[in-house]
């Protein structure tokens, strides 16, 4: 070996950025073996079909877990146990940072077994499944300083002990699901350092905590992503998220709960400084009644009147039934062009 270390060292990684570090290169001799070992191990690519081998390996090898920094087990459908995940979390608790949870076998277990991630920063619930009791899971959360990336999971049981709840100080990343109340929203405290927030099957939320909760934190907030369904929200619910929301540089929303006046002067006002808002979603669910509710007119006159001077990215659903050849559209798309944005049309 002719080359510094420190050099063979940035060769691999960039090769492991590449996809090509193979584990073949852990035979090449005991140098390599220690360098490649740990970026093999960092970021495992985990599927059904390799899952029961990667857990005797770390079984049988306990020092492996301790180079795991990302688990991505969405890709793990069916294929785990509770006490396996469970396992896992504790035999890779020490350098852990990045957790993402299977569909299925994420219960009790696996949430207690959280509380000993100390170095977690994101942790992903949005995919399980199954049922978690969200007081247990705040339980688990509350000791992790660096956490600032939370998922909720689809399915929870209501909590309602509010003043046991502790958030992660350094949460800047929060997305709401499951079994979320609107008394939740208005007393479990959901810390100001959140900047991106995001609901998503919540069925119980109605427009009392939506509001509440957008007045909070609303001016600390620079995205905002409102996914269908949400059944308690009325169809103008998301009328007033430019005004509670002023910072936004994206806004994602659904048709369904916003009126014709959403791009209205009563709506979108004036600010005393440019609205920062460069990045637009609109979806739609393709209900009867949602393809009329908004039309691009309300948005081109919103951008030509400079309500909007930052915008660069729009992206709507084709369920809107907008035109792409219709004067307004073209006007949009001509303005964004400009800016070296785009508008574009999704299905």
Request: proline letters at 5%; charged letters at 20%.
């Amino acid at each position: 070996m002719k080359l510094p270390l420190e050099i063979i060292i940035y060769i691999l990684e960039i090769l492991h950025s590449w996809n090509k570090l193979k584990p073949k290169f852990l035979r090449v001799s005991k140098l390599f073996y220690l360098c490649v070992l740990p970026m093999i191990y960092r970021r495992p690519i985990l599927k059904s079909s390799n899952f029961f081998a990667f857990m005797d390996s770390i079984s049988s090898n306990k020092d492996l877990g301790s180079h795991i920094k990302e688990l991505d087990l969405s890709r793990i459908v069916h294929s785990g146990k509770n006490a396996s995940v469970a396992r896992l979390l504790k035999r890779t608790s020490k350098s852990l940072e990045l957790f993402i949870a299977p569909q299925s076998s994420f219960g009790f277990g696996p949430s207690i077994a959280l509380k000993n991630c100390k170095n977690l920063k994101v942790l992903d619930l949005s995919l399980v499944s199954e049922t978690l009791n969200l007081e247990e899971l705040f339980k688990s959360i509350s000791s992790l300083k660096d956490l600032y990336h939370l998922a909720f999971p689809r399915s929870s049981v209501e909590i309602t002990d509010f003043k046991g709840i502790v958030w992660p100080l350094k949460l800047s990343y929060l997305r709401l699901s499951g079994g979320i109340t609107d008394e939740f929203l208005m007393k479990s405290g959901v810390p100001d350092s959140v900047v991106h927030l995001e609901f998503a099957h919540c069925p119980t939320i109605s427009d009392i905590g939506f509001h509440h909760l957008l007045a909070k934190l609303g001016k600390n907030l620079i995205s905002l992503r409102v996914q269908y369904p949400m059944p308690g929200l009325r169809s103008n619910a998301l009328d007033l998220a430019f005004f509670y929301c002023p910072n936004l540089i994206s806004l994602e929303v659904t048709v369904d709960y916003i009126s014709s006046s959403f791009f209205d002067e009563q709506n979108l006002t004036y600010l005393d400084y440019p609205r920062p808002l460069k990045y637009l979603y609109i979806e739609s669910s393709g209900m009867l009644g949602t393809t009329t509710r908004l039309d691009p007119v309300d948005l081109a006159l919103a951008i030509s009147e400079s309500r909007l001077p930052h915008l660069k990215k729009v992206k709507c659903s084709a369920k809107l039934g907008w035109d792409p050849k219709s004067e307004y559209v073209s006007y949009i798309v001509d303005h964004l062009n400009d800016k070296d944005g785009g508008f574009y049309i999704g299905y």
